[in-house]
């Protein structure tokens, strides 16, 4: 070796050497800082706990510590408690025991939001707005509905008794029902659509154990049933969850040897690439269906199928959470869910929406439409870093009227549904008739319902400021008329929502949540906005070819 050539690889191994003393100075300190911090800590909490003024739970003490420190890093890094520990095992395992009853609140109790399709509450005849007044002779009163969940889940085989109210009857009715495993589905609904009922539409709820092979089995059967023209995938409102088995959905559209998605962090053990690996199973047209509720492994799926081109988008901008988790066991069957590393799609773009500055609660940094990052598609296509998923078709982000939200705030949609399933045996209408329509306004009109416009807090106010002030009267008095006028209009303007969303809630209590979904398909517009694609080839061949 040359004089010159040792300099250099002496230069080379000194480099090398400064790098590691200059790792190993920052694990030091960083585990020091530890220490130092812990030991801190742990002082002010045993001070705080023995000798502070008033009794404290130590328990709850340590818990809201923990609880405002992961609060400073995301929404998403969370501790779970005993209970939580059990209800996220459940919902990773995909099945739990129990009668298969959804729970949520109404007018201070606890009703039956929808029986799962198929269970034991189901079968034994428990409605959606059961009112729930006991299990097991314990009363409900004043418990949340997650309580009241968990008193009904108990081992397979074992018996426990639902004691309801039901509208129209006089007397509580008690319901012994045996425990069993209760599946929970991720597809709520899978079939055909279109005049021709030649196009497959499958809507996946979550991405929970054995989506994909959910997928694949849908598929299958609908591929059995007629030639397809193509395939509609809804994730609209579904949340995500396992990264697998969005990886594995992904194989059923695209070749094998494709990166779909990366994930990237700071510890280098958790940091993988996902390649396709299957033979393509589908290859006529895709068309995914998503929204601002779309998120996590939703935008997975719907922002790798648009990078390689292979599915048209359709529908708002994502939620635009780019951030993975893993859940760490801790002590006490108690478990940390923390956020680990950010996914990156085969473009190379982030689907993060926003940077979380750790300064305080949750707090962000939006990303600036001017520093937005570009990146190309398979095809060539120019897609953008930042803001989620953008869809390719921007379709169906009219929001709701004041007046809808205050329906379904209300529960008007649900307590109607209740009192007319209570009355009615049959429901055989493939849409809503216009004597029910009339049941239902007379139905608010009898329970005073009501709701507040930004008119009305306005005119609230003036009428504080001018009393007493010559000639006010009259004038408030019109402006009260013009109001109720105003509001008049507005119901006849969203009659046609209101009539959808009614139709929907009483399909459900006779045919349950896969008739409702299947009844609001003839008239969603994002869904007849993708059949117009499928049925146009060469209009979606051009839009993914970036012509």
Do not use: C, W
Request: glycine share 8%.
């Amino acid at each position: 070796m040359t004089k010159k050539g040792k300099y250099k690889a002496g230069f080379a191994a000194a480099i090398i050497g400064l790098a590691s003393v200059g790792i190993a100075a920052q694990q030091t300190d960083i585990y020091f800082l530890i220490k130092k911090n812990f030991s801190i800590f742990s002082a002010a909490y045993e001070n705080v706990a023995l000798e502070y003024v008033d009794e404290v739970d130590p328990e709850i003490l340590m818990r809201t510590g923990i609880d405002a420190m992961l609060e400073t890093l995301d929404p998403y890094t969370v501790m779970f408690n005993e209970s939580q520990n059990e209800q996220a095992e459940i919902m990773s395992r995909g099945n739990y025991a129990g009668v298969g009853i959804e729970a949520g609140h109404r007018d201070g109790q606890v009703v039956v939001i929808a029986p799962t399709e198929g269970g034991p509450a189901e079968r034994a005849g428990i409605r959606a707005g059961d009112v729930i007044i006991a299990v097991d002779g314990v009363s409900t009163e004043g418990l949340q509905p997650e309580e009241v969940n968990t008193l009904t889940s108990g081992e397979v085989g074992s018996e426990v008794t639902i004691t309801i109210d039901r509208f129209g009857l006089g007397q509580s009715l008690d319901f012994t029902l045996t425990r069993q495993r209760i599946e929970i589905t991720n597809i709520s609904y899978s079939g055909l659509i279109g005049e021709s009922k030649d196009t497959g539409y499958i809507r996946l709820s979550q991405f929970g154990n054995n989506s994909a092979e959910e997928i694949r089995e849908s598929l299958n059967n609908l591929m059995e049933e007629t030639d397809l023209e193509g395939l509609i995938l809804d994730l609209r409102d579904n949340p995500g969850g396992i990264l697998q088995e969005a990886v594995t959905i992904i194989d059923k559209f695209i070749e094998p040897g494709i990166t779909v998605v990366d994930i990237r962090g700071r510890v280098g053990e958790y940091n993988q690439t996902f390649t396709t690996r299957e033979p393509v199973m589908f290859e006529k047209p895709v068309v995914v269906l998503m929204n601002e509720g779309s998120a996590s492994a939703s935008e997975v799926v719907a922002g790798a199928l648009q990078d390689l081109d292979r599915a048209l988008i359709i529908g708002e901008q994502s939620f635009g959470k780019g951030l993975v988790q893993i859940v760490k066991p801790m002590p006490y069957n108690t478990s940390l869910k923390i956020t680990i590393s950010r996914y990156y799609i085969p473009s190379g773009r982030s689907i993060q929406a926003v940077q979380y500055t750790h300064q305080g609660r949750n707090a962000v940094v939006m990303n600036a439409d001017t520093t937005r990052r570009e990146f190309k598609t398979r095809n060539g296509r120019t897609v953008y870093e930042g803001r989620g998923i953008e869809p390719d078709i921007v379709e169906g982000n009219e929001k709701l009227s004041i007046l809808e939200v205050a329906l379904l705030q209300q529960g008007a949609y649900f307590d109607f549904a209740t009192e007319y399933e209570a009355q009615n045996p049959n429901f055989n209408y493939q849409e809503l008739p216009d004597d029910v329509f009339e049941e239902f306004k007379a139905y608010l009109k009898e329970e005073r319902f009501s709701y507040t416009t930004d008119s009305e807090t306005l005119l609230m106010q003036l009428t504080t400021e001018l009393q007493g002030v010559d000639g006010a009267d009259a004038q408030l008095k019109e402006l009260r008329k013009a109001i109720e006028m105003e509001k008049s209009a507005r119901f006849e303007e969203d009659t046609p929502k209101i009539k959808r969303t009614l139709f929907q809630e009483l399909v459900s209590r006779y045919e349950g949540q896969s008739g409702s979904i299947k009844a609001g398909l003839r008239s969603d517009p994002e869904v007849l906005k993708a059949l117009e694609f499928i049925y146009n080839k060469s209009d979606l061949d051009k839009l993914l070819a970036g012509e």
